[in-house]
């Protein structure tokens, strides 16, 4: 399975973007999702999670109220809408997807994880 993540880019801080994440290859599978972020000399950090079902989510408390994750099966994409985008929201943001048998799980850890997208770079300036 292959992850392709888009839609990063330079705005200004109380702007929104919107990522996607798609997947190809055995999209057959079902799939749960999560988002990570990480800057330079920090660790990879969550920032959200949904179940392959796609009602039950999770968010870091940082992004909590700003951020939505959501995920259209058909398409083995997945979203992040992010709002009210603030200086401290700036980094790499990666998508991630996990075999699940469980409509209702979603995963908060990046080493639940088997596959990874490469990355789209996300800046807010002030």
């Known amino acids: 399975v292959q992850l392709q993540a888009s839609g990063g880019g330079l705005v200004q801080a109380g702007d929104s ?3 996607s994440c798609t997947a190809s290859g055995r999209t057959f599978r ?3 999702w999560g988002w990570f972020r990480q800057t330079p ?3 990879r950090e969550v920032v959200a999670a949904i179940s392959w079902g796609g009602l039950d989510t999770r968010y870091a408390d940082a ?3 700003r951020f939505t994750i959501s ?3 058909a398409k083995n994409t997945v979203f992040l ?3 009210s ?3 401290e929201d700036t980094a790499i943001y990666y998508c991630a997807a996990k075999v699940s048998d469980y409509s209702g799980t ?3 850890t990046g080493t639940d994880y088997s596959y990874w997208g490469q990355g789209t770079l996300v800046t807010v300036s002030s």
């Open 106 to 108: 979603y995963y908060f």
């Open 85 to 87: 985008l603030k200086p």
């Open 71 to 73: 995920g259209d099966r």
């Open 17 to 19: 973007l919107r990522l």
């Open 63 to 65: 992004v909590k109220g």
């Open 41 to 43: 000399g920090k660790e």
């Open 30 to 32: 079902k799939y749960a």
């Open 81 to 83: 809408q992010m709002n």
